[in-house]
């Protein structure tokens, strides 16, 4: 009797941590440790998107989640990381768009391919660009800027993210239009560069929302001009390029979930289906529209498809206005 009530409760423990499995993540999600390696100094939006889907991971399925910043060499480091990873859904690579869509033609011997090498499980968010202007720039608009680096050619600098990112090249795509020279100076990530924008030894920063939005609160730097088609609802006020003077640049970055290549298609799944759960739980999209963050959560097809798209049309974008990496 005693045998038979142990079987029983044993069965039952089981049913139990089985439901709850279950009810956190589908069964084939992985049952390890996970890490999601942001290749960027923490602070910027990927690290603040990987932080809240490790937090959203761990609180979900009870698998412990760390985030790994691997910072540097334009990111390559870090995304080489994930892919030389085992092929089982514990590692995951939290991405920029650039990194994806624009690096493969820019840079010349990456040591992966994406679509090779990586599995997409979701493009996760979304957030507008726009070109921060030092407090001491003497230019408030994109046209003075333009008039002030063809008074002073190859004087002013830019500052980006990293070589081959979505803001780099719209960078270059302005540099091409106007006719204009500028230096680039590639960032590890936002930190650094944010640093010397607002010590004057920076004159321009290409950035995203999430880490503009406060400066420009504050009166910290100015913001110049939106890269997206549209102007911004967190910045009413500032103009796009196309308002500007310069239609046909639209650069919006997004941020995407990948892993790698050989991971079983139901692991891929699960982990794209647990995603879009902790990214559209209340608490983690507050978060992230406070960061000027808009979560998407494409799932792993149109993600894939998307990719493929983005990459051969930045590609023909690139050839067309000769934009090298200097």
Known sequence: MIHRRTALGSAATLVTTRGALAQGAPEAFPRRPLTLIAPFTPGGPIDILARVLAAGFQ?????????????????????????RAAPDGTTMLVIPAGNLTINPTLL???????????????????????????????????????????????????????VGSGLHLAMELLRSKAGIQMAHVPY??????????????????????????????????KAL???????????????????????????????????PR????????????????????????????AQGMDVVCEPPEPFAARLRRE?????EVIRERNIRVE
């Open 59 to 83: 609180a979900r399925t009870g698998q412990p989640a760390a985030v790994d910043n691997r910072a540097g060499g334009a990111g390559i480091p870090g995304i080489d990381a994930v892919r």
């Open 108 to 162: 010349r011997n990456l040591p992966y391919d994406v679509e090779r090498d990586f599995a997409p499980v979701s493009m996760m968010a979304t957030t507008p660009n726009l070109i921060l202007g030092a407090p001491n720039l003497p230019a408030r608009t994109i046209g003075e800027l333009i008039a002030l680096a063809k008074a002073r050619p190859d004087e002013l600098s830019y500052g980006s993210p990293g």
């Open 188 to 221: 590890r990530g936002t930190t650094q560069a944010v640093n010397d924008l607002l010590g004057g030894t920076l004159p321009l920063l290409a950035s995203n929302l999430p880490v503009a939005l406060p400066l420009v609160r504050d009166g910290r730097a």
């Open 225 to 259: 001009a939106m890269t997206t088609a549209e102007r911004s609802a967190a910045l009413p006020d500032v103009p796009t390029l196309a308002e500007s003077g310069f239609p046909g640049i639209d650069v919006t970055s997004w941020y995407g979930l990948l892993v």
């Open 262 to 289: 050989a991971t079983p298609a139901a692991v891929v799944a699960a982990i794209s289906q647990v995603t879009e759960a902790v990214l559209r739980a209340p608490e983690a999209g507050a978060s992230l529209a």
């Open 311 to 315: 990459t051969a049309l930045w590609a």
